[in-house]
Structure formats: C-alpha cells, structure tokens
C-alpha cells in the first residue's frame, strides 16, 4: 500500500489508506424533482438496474466491518424505494449513523414516524425542489411555507436533529437573508447555504447559475452577520456557507483526497471514490462482481488518483499539493480534457483562465430559469446519445 | 466564575457517542459528522448519561485515576468547550 512514487525525489510516498468512514448509497435515480443543478450523471436515465435489498445489507455490512460510520441515503429521491426503513433498520443495527437526505417531496408524519422506530437519526430537507417552489417559499406563499413547516415540525416533534439545505445560485442568492429566517423559524440545527457546485447538470446549465462575485459577498456578509447574532442569542443554529469555488485562487481538498474517506455507491451498484466520478473515463469496480474490501484497497479506479505520483506539472513539484491534492478531478477532466490536470481553479493552471471566463460570464449573463435544462429523462437521453 | 458542578450534562439530541473499532477509538457522530475523542474525552464523555451532574463525573474519574490534581479542572474545561461547541446540553 505504500509508497508507489519513490522515485522521484519531489514526490512524496503514497500515504497509507485511509478508512472509508463515509459511506453513500445513492439508493435509485429516480425522482419526482427535475432540478436544474441536480449533481446525479447526465446519461442517469441510461444506468442499469437498481441493487436490491439483500445486496445494499451486503454493501453496509462490508464497509461497517471496514470503518465505515456515517451512512447517508440519498438519491434521487431515497423515498421512493419501498424498502427504505428496512434499509435504515439495518443501518442501524450495524452501529451506522444513518442519514436520510431527501426534499421532503412524499415524506410524510406516518413515515418520518416509522423511520424513527427504525433507527434514523437525522433528516437533512434539501430545499432543492423546483425553483418556482422556493420562491413561493421566499416569496411568501402561505401554502408551501404551511407543508414545509409542518414537516419540518414533525421532524423536530420526533426527536430529530434537522439540517436544512437550500442550493443557492443567482436567481436566488440575493434573498439569504429571507432563507436564514426560515430556518431559523424552522428550528434548524444546521443550515447548509451551498452555492450549486458545477458538475452533472450545473455545469450545464452554469451560465444561467452562477453568481457574481458581488452577489456572493453580500450574501456571505449577510449570513456573518446572522451567525454574530445567533451566537449573540445562544441559539445552537449553525450557518454553513460554501462558496463556488469558481471564486477561488486555489481549489478545494476534493473529498479530501482521493479515495480516502469517502465511499459512494450508485443506484446499480458502481462504487466510486465521489458522486460526480462516473464521468471520468476510468474503470469504476460494482459491487456485484467484488468485494469492497478489494474496491478500496485494490481496484485501478480507487487508486489512480491516490499520492502523488499520477501528478503532471504543475502540481508535481508544487508544494501546496498535501494541502489541496491538485483538486478536483472531475472539475480537472470537464474543464481540461484530462483528469490527471491541476483543477483549473487553481491560478497556477494553464487552464486557469476557463474559470476568468466564466467569472465575466457571470457578469453579463441573462440566461432565465425557464432557458435552462431541467434533470428529466427526455434531456437525459437526449444528451447520453449526442 | 466557577462553574457549577451541580449541573447534568447529557448529550444533545441526535448527537451519538460511541467506539469505533476500525479507529480504535471513541468517536461523537452527529448528523454528517464525526469527531474522534482523545482518550482523556473519551473517558469523560463515557460518563455522560444524563443521570450524573459534573461532581459525580468527577468523582468517578477521581477513584479511577487517584492523585491527579488538574483533574476537575479538566473536565470543567471539558464540559465548557462541549457545550459551546453544543454537543452537549447542560442542565
Ligand atoms: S438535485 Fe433535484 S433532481 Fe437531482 S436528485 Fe436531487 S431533488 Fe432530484
Ligand atoms: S498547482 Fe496543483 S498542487 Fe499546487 S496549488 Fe495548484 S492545484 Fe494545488
């Protein structure tokens, strides 16, 4: 496991394998939402078969025997698999702390009961429902705000811990300060206030989403501005902000590094090191054909990104790549052509100037909600053939 | 100001404490996150059940390891530090 790149004197050691504490399983790709940034393969309506129940209890089993303590079920819309509390059930038994990450969209109070009893221990509602939808909700709109609310209580009533997600982008992030009030209204524990990230279908859609820079300071001063006051008040409501990192000099740690804590796998079984990896073109194991005792340790797909020795220039000799790991890949592939590339966010890429482009694209961009491609099956064909 | 030592500390709900042993360690999950408790918080955080106060926590640990002198003020510094990160609720 160790060292694979000593042979090059600026190249430090692979460190050893981490555990993959985080486990993620995308139950199904089937949702009755079509969001515009939605983070799930363009090609999804293309992607085989779901797992079944006895083989996700093989997939939890496995990777809790490795390390794995978190589990989050998302999707899609987790909901609509009929076995979902005998999945949260096992879960739990395993010693998991099991996450339910849904839009609320079909959540009812009789199953926000029955996962309770099943063993869930949070629910995180993504505000990430039609845009018409929250700007009624920002807007006012009596009726949506009383079902998001009363779910909302219901969750709370359970006795569970709730995070809030609201996806932000430039037709919405001027009105924070109306989405920290609800949820703070709402009890939150956590309020995650992330601008849509740039992959699957925001990347397609990213002229028509992306904020200025302007629009983010103002937001991010008006989200500090709530946490002095929170503070102030004792109220145990956490804001995160996340920031596109389009605004950035330097890109993120991506997933922490590659394959090191996180483990996702997809509705048919494809185990890869992030959710947006599919895209890559490398050779992702399935959990029907091995073990992931051997995903993780021992497949191509795991390891081609691990250490450093993989890294081109600039990254290869650059001293800040224990720091950030070159990036993100699929950010580095979508941008770049090449997977193995400095993340063009990063000002000492060749590349770097795709993301001053799209910087001044967001400047002048005009491009309205209604222009832009919805996540449903018809554009999903449409682009997996092209 | 001194603190109270008649106060019960108790987890915040949804907040879970428990070993992990791939870590080998203990750990506090909370939603989409863990921390991994040094063993010094681990020891303490293995007391906390909602029925001791902190004087019976103290006590406890007192027995347990005799003749360590800053061990109150450790786990006073210990609830402090949980309770404004809100892992804990003391009452
Ligand atoms: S982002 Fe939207 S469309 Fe995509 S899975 Fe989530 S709710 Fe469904
Ligand atoms: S050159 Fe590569 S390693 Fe260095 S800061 Fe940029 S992305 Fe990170």
């Not at chain 1, 063009?344 to 590349?351: F, I, T």
């Not at chain 2, 987890?11 to 989409?32: D, I, M, N, S, T």
Request: charged share 25%.
């Amino acid at each position: 496991m160790l060292n694979t790149g000593s042979n090059s004197p600026d190249v430090p050691a692979t460190p050893e394998v981490g555990l993959p504490l985080w486990l993620l399983a995308e139950l199904t790709y089937r949702c009755p939402l079509q969001c515009p940034y939605c983070s799930n393969p363009l090609d999804f309506a293309a992607q085989g078969q779901e797992l079944s129940t006895a083989q996700w209890f093989k997939v939890m089993a496995e990777a809790r025997e490795m390390g794995a303590a978190q589990l989050g079920f998302s999707g899609g819309e987790p909901l609509v698999r009929q076995d979902l509390a005998e999945l949260i059930g096992e879960g739990r038994r395993l010693g998991y702390y099991t996450n339910l990450i849904t839009s609320g969209i079909g959540l009812t109070e009789q199953k926000i009961a029955d996962f309770k009893q099943a063993g869930l221990d949070h629910i995180q509602i993504s505000f990430q429902a039609s845009d018409e939808q929250v700007n009624n909700l920002l807007a006012g709109s009596k009726k949506a705000f009383a079902q998001k609310l009363a779910m909302a209580r219901a969750v709370k009533a359970h006795g569970y811990p709730m995070v809030l997600n609201f996806v932000t982008h430039r037709h919405n992030i001027d009105k924070i300060d109306r989405i920290i009030e609800l949820c703070i209204a709402l009890e939150a524990d956590f309020v995650e206030l992330a601008t849509c990230q740039f992959y699957g279908w925001a990347h397609l859609n990213r002229a028509g989403l992306l904020p200025t820079r302007a629009q983010l300071e103002r937001a991010e001063r008006i989200t500090n501005e709530y946490r002095d006051k929170l503070q102030a008040a004792g109220n145990p409501c956490k804001l995160i902000f996340v920031t596109p990192d389009y605004y950035e000099e330097r890109p993120k740690a991506c997933m922490n590094g590659w394959g090191s804590v996180f483990l996702t796998i997809t509705p048919d079984g494809t185990a890869l090191p992030c959710h947006g990896a599919r895209q890559l073109p490398v050779q992702f194991p399935n959990v029907r054909e091995h073990s992931l005792q051997h995903i993780w340790y021992n497949s191509f797909g795991f390891n081609r990104f691990r250490g450093y020795a993989w890294m081109p220039e600039p990254c290869r000799s650059c001293d800040e790549k224990e720091k950030d790991f070159g990036g993100c890949r699929c950010q580095a592939y979508m941008l770049t052509g090449d997977a193995s590339n400095a993340d063009p966010v990063c000002a000492k890429s060749a590349d770097h100037r795709v993301i001053l482009a799209a910087r001044e694209e967001a400047e002048t961009a005009s491009q309205p909600l209604t222009e832009m491609t919805f996540r449903n099956d018809r554009n999903s064909r449409l682009i997996a053939r092209s | 100001m001194s603190f109270d030592r008649h106060l019960t500390p108790r987890w915040r709900p949804g907040y879970r404490f428990q070993y992990e042993p791939a870590q080998k360690a203990h750990v506090l999950l909370y939603p989409e996150g863990m921390i991994k408790l040094n063993e010094s918080a681990a020891l303490i955080g293995g007391l906390i059940d909602g029925e001791r106060d902190v004087a019976a926590i103290i006590a406890a640990l007192d027995e347990q390891f005799p003749g360590v002198p800053e061990l109150p003020e450790d786990i006073e510094q210990f609830m402090e530090v949980a309770r404004a990160e809100h892992w804990i609720e003391l009452a």
